[in-house]
């Protein structure tokens, strides 16, 4: 089970989720309740408030026992963990599963505030979390296996996001990482992050139709690379190769996409990059009206069917990356 899922309390009704537990520390205080289940039921293992002690880290040590805390405080938890993101994540004593996750659920907390509203702030929280993901990805090599197969339960505007701006980030630092600096690759990456800001100007009703979309609403979801193009810039935000990103993410290698039509070499680098994740996120993704394709399934079907459209050298690192062994 993922940390990201959810748990129903069997005796309460209550949702309980799991808590990373190797981000725990003695001596800290935690402004939520934790759980442990014992034989089906929650019990309050630590209260808000007290004093997380060793004699609490010894009964965690048998390695069978999971923590939990309540739907209701998981903002607290994510509050705690984008607080402390860079301690956790360059700390060796906590496990590349659990830095994963918390990678994940921080750059999901800045994806969902920045679909609510862009501003400098969220911006900048944006580029925070793809800077912390570059240099997670860059020091650890199984760290990229966990942030792949993560499950979570958020919307999945911000899901797509957030998997898009892994899948890709982690294929510009495959092919790209001799070539550019750190903070290049972070820029990047937020980049990737963002290209579908443009969303958030596309009503939800239209996002989350299950029926067949009008050609006008076709025609409102396709202004979404301009829309997103335009306000990160308007706030002085985004490197130029980012923002391409952004307003080229859709275009395809044989000229079949948009906004431009643009073919090849036409399409900016990092764009091609963010089309092919974007393309294997949108295959691989379950949505509300059909089932998600296997991962395995979703590459035969994107080499078979849609080969042309993608760089083929980039496409080829991409299926290298996501095979056994990353
Ligand atoms: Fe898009
Ligand atoms: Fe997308």
């Not at 899901?159 to 820029?187: C, D, N, P, W």
Request: hydrophobic letters at 40%.
């Amino acid at each position: 089970m993922s940390p990201l899922d959810k748990n129903t309390g069997q005796d309460t009704g209550i949702v309980f989720r799991d808590l990373p537990l190797s981000i725990m520390r003695i001596n800290e205080r935690y402004d939520f309740d934790i759980y442990l289940q014992i034989r089906g039921h929650y019990r309050l293992f630590a209260a808000k408030g007290a004093l997380f002690t060793d004699q609490h880290t010894k009964l965690l040590k048998d390695g069978s026992i999971r923590l939990y805390v309540k739907d209701e405080e998981w903002g607290r938890v994510e509050e705690y963990q984008t607080n402390y993101l860079s301690r956790i994540l360059a700390d060796p004593a906590v496990d590349s599963h659990d830095k994963a996750s918390v990678a994940y659920t921080a750059s999901m907390k800045s994806i969902r505030e920045i679909f609510q509203s862009v501003e400098p702030r969220t911006i900048q929280d944006v580029e925070k979390n793809a800077e912390e993901m570059v240099r997670l990805i860059l020091s650890e090599d199984e760290v990229m296996e966990n942030l792949i197969w993560i499950e979570s339960h958020d919307h999945f505007t911000y899901q797509h996001s957030v998997r898009v701006g892994i899948y890709a980030t982690a294929l510009t630092i495959k092919l790209f990482s001799s070539k550019l600096t750190k903070q290049e690759m972070a820029a990047l990456s937020a980049g990737y992050f963002l290209h579908d800001i443009g969303m958030a100007q596309v009503p939800m009703k239209i996002l989350e139709k299950s029926s067949p979309l009008t050609p006008s609403e076709w025609g409102l979801i396709r202004m979404h690379p301009m829309w997103g193009y335009d306000r990160p810039l308007e706030t002085g935000h985004l490197t130029p190769e980012a923002a391409a990103i952004v307003l080229s993410h859709h275009e395809r290698h044989d000229g079949s996409g948009y906004p431009f039509a643009r073919e090849g070499d036409g399409i900016p680098t990092y764009a091609k990059i963010c089309a092919i994740a974007d393309t294997f996120e949108s295959l691989t993704a379950s949505r509300p009206y059909r089932e998600s394709i296997r991962p395995f399934h979703a590459l035969k079907i994107m080499q078979q069917e849609m080969a042309q459209e993608f760089d083929a050298e980039m496409f080829k690192a991409f299926i290298l990356l996501l095979g056994p062994g990353g």
